[in-house]
């Protein structure tokens, strides 16, 4: 990965989602990153996303919680959409607070045009029927949580430090070039001590 790069995020509105996005935009951008942060708030927002209506990008980031069983897993974006055939007394449409969820029945309709690597932190969203389903849509790489985790904005800073180590100009430090796998497995080290932190990221391709 080298300076200048360009990472597309989005996130939905859930709990604590944007405030770690834009933690996670500061981080890139203070490396020289590009980044696109895109808010899902309404359904709408997540099929075009899902779409990949956003710029072209190796890195893809999905920020919001999972949910499901093993079996089932599935990824939860706490949205809005329009109440249908509903208007408030001005004659506007209603809107309501919704819970959409992208499984692996639903993900080969709805996420097209995918390439490069899709990185998920919502819980348990590494799950082998989600990765496989991902992958088989066309990204070359998937990285997500096998298991319930709040470690994802820490998993992500080690990610693409070292993906950047190819493109360090410190003379203090010979420029190593690292694979997504391997850029995965050494930010998974980051913390071994706490349970179900970043060490329940694991990278499929």
Known sequence: M???????????????????????????????????????????????????????????IIMCHGDGTNEEPSLRFDVIDRIEGQLDHYGREMWQGIKFYLTPQNIPEL??????????????????????????????????????NDAGTL?????????????????VFTAVKYSDKEAAALAALHDLKIKDSVQTFQHFE
């Not at 203070?30 to 696109?36: C, D, G, K, P």
């Not at 995918?114 to 932190?121: H, K, N, P, R, Y």
């Not at 991902?134 to 298991?147: N, R």
């Open 2 to 60: 080298k300076k200048f790069d360009t990472v597309v995020i989005g996130c939905d509105m859930a709990f604590g989602m944007v405030e770690s996005a834009l933690m996670l935009r500061t981080m890139l951008e203070s490396r020289n990153i590009r980044v696109y942060l895109h808010k899902l708030i309404h359904k709408q927002h997540v099929l075009d996303f899902l779409a990949r209506n956003h710029p072209e990008t190796e890195y893809v």
């Open 111 to 148: 996420v097209t045009k995918a390439q490069g690597t899709l990185i998920s932190v919502a819980c348990a969203s590494g799950r082998k029927p989600l990765a496989d389903a991902f992958l088989k849509a066309g990204y070359k790489g998937y990285i997500a949580p096998t298991d319930w």
């Open 155 to 171: 998993f992500l800073t080690g990610f693409f430090h070292h993906l950047l180590a190819e493109d360090s100009d410190d003379p």
